[in-house]
């Protein structure tokens, strides 16, 4: 406020000496230039723009030049492309907020990344890679609006595997092979078995129709062997299943080979059918498979099972389960700004896959392509975050580097955007090349008005 004032009085001080017309208009427009132009305004640069009008002859100049100056520059927003305002110490947009149960907007306040805020997170066990509630293990129900259970299935002991329909039986009556290989003895058992049909039953000679369905091997060798007793003395027979085909899973999404895998005697768990499917892709979100049995669908993180040992993951599975490992696309970080990635020609931001949803801030701007020593500001580099609903943002003063040891212990969550700061001196350099087309065209007028504006000047006593 007391380069305003300062400003405003040079004005009328000036005003008195030029003795401008309409006072209102020319105040007006220059207190738009000192408003346009007050991070970069200095007492010199007043000076010459004045020096400029004390001259009767550029009368046109006094009413034309700031204000055309003006639009000019407000057109283009003074400074080309975004850029933090220097010492802010909270946002300057308001965002959704909830306090007390209640929605409200505030601006946010920016916090420093420094030693004790490193601390502070650290102490939270969430922000390791295998805390329970880390953000990564939320986000990607977060984004779709799944209702996901984030717990395991409940399941009883393991029992014997019962017979389903369309399961194959291969039934063996010692003594008798007339009963065995009915159809020979050169065919397959799968061929020449019993074939469970689609009511659970199947028909045997001399026992009849027999129910086999949700039955183990063991309970229907039971049923035979008293129906035949009553034809074959002392009767010896066994049952098995010479093919399994009625109790199948679907493993779907990021593993190798998605398809149908059936549960056979021995059970089938997680981590068996998605190594039977090849095992997953390089795409893969370890964090959130998805595993819906019958109306409800629960989360397994199988990176918790791989490397924090976690065994209640690898859960059994059974008939009709759907086993669903979807892709990392949620588990990125974006990187804007002044980085050596976005130099040259046809180059764009990055946007950063977080392997297994683990990242540094130093390794995000490295993967970044780093920081551009020429137009970056290392003191000014922020992080945005906005996970789950909470809105925060982060200060990083990497000048020096040193504080790339800090940046290498903060914890990078799902979706944060990196954005490092442009020099002020570069901004400047844009400013002049905003107003450069004007002044040229102003320069070209030579005649009867004599316009030369910007040619420089004696400097001018005070």
Request: aromatic share 10%; charged share 20%; with cysteine.
């Amino acid at each position: 406020m007391k380069i305003f004032k300062e400003f405003n009085q040079h004005i009328f001080n000036k005003i008195n000496i030029i003795k401008i017309k309409m006072p209102q208009l020319f105040i007006l427009s220059c207190n738009m230039f000192f408003f346009t132009l007050k991070e970069h305004i200095t007492k010199n640069t007043i000076n010459h723009l004045f020096h400029m009008l004390s001259d009767k002859k550029l009368f046109l100049a006094k009413i034309v030049l700031i204000p055309i100056i003006i639009v000019q520059i407000s057109a283009c927003t003074i400074v080309p492309g975004q850029h933090m305002r220097q010492f802010a110490t909270e946002s300057s947009i308001e965002f959704p907020v909830t306090e007390n149960n209640d929605v409200i907007f505030k601006k946010l306040n920016i916090r420093t990344i420094d030693a004790q805020l490193i601390i502070d997170l650290e102490k939270d066990i969430n922000n390791r890679s295998l805390g329970v509630n880390n953000v990564a293990n939320h986000y990607f129900d977060y984004r779709i609006g799944a209702k996901t259970i984030k717990a395991i299935p409940t399941q009883g002991a393991y029992s014997q595997y019962r017979v389903g329909a369309r399961d194959i039986l291969n039934i063996t009556v010692w003594g008798h092979p007339e009963l065995t290989i009915p159809a020979g003895e050169f065919r397959s058992p799968a061929v020449a078995g019993n074939v469970v049909g689609e009511d659970g039953t199947f028909f045997y000679p001399f026992a009849g129709v027999v129910r086999a369905e949700d039955r183990t091997v063991e309970e229907i060798r039971e049923e035979l062997t008293k129906k035949l007793s009553r034809f074959i003395e002392n009767v010896q027979l066994d049952v098995r299943v010479a093919e399994y085909r009625s109790r199948r899973v679907y493993v779907v999404g990021e593993v190798s080979k998605p398809g149908v895998y059936l549960v056979r005697d021995i059970p089938l768990s997680v981590l068996e059918a998605i190594n039977g499917a090849g095992g997953v892709t390089s795409d893969a979100d370890l964090r959130n498979i998805t595993l819906t049995r019958n109306d409800k669908t629960y989360s397994i993180n199988l990176l918790s099972l791989y490397e924090g040992g976690n065994i209640s993951q690898n859960v059994l599975l059974e008939q009709g389960d759907v086993l669903n490992v979807p892709d990392n696309a949620f588990n990125k970080v974006f990187v804007l700004g002044e980085t050596m990635f976005g130099r040259g020609f046809g180059v764009r931001p990055r946007s950063i896959i977080m392997s297994k949803a683990r990242m540094t801030l130093t390794e995000a701007l490295a993967e970044g392509g780093g920081l551009d020593q020429e137009t970056s500001d290392a003191a000014r580099i922020f992080v945005f975050r906005s996970n789950l609903g909470k809105s925060e943002i982060f200060h990083l003063d990497a000048k020096s580097p040193d504080a790339l040891i800090l940046a290498d212990r903060f914890p990078m969550q799902p979706r944060d955007v990196i954005f490092v700061d442009r020099v002020e001196g570069l901004r400047w350099n844009q400013i002049i090349a905003q107003v450069a087309p004007t002044v040229q065209l102003l320069n070209i007028f030579d005649g009867s008005m004599n316009v030369q504006p910007f040619i420089s000047f004696p400097p001018i006593r005070q």
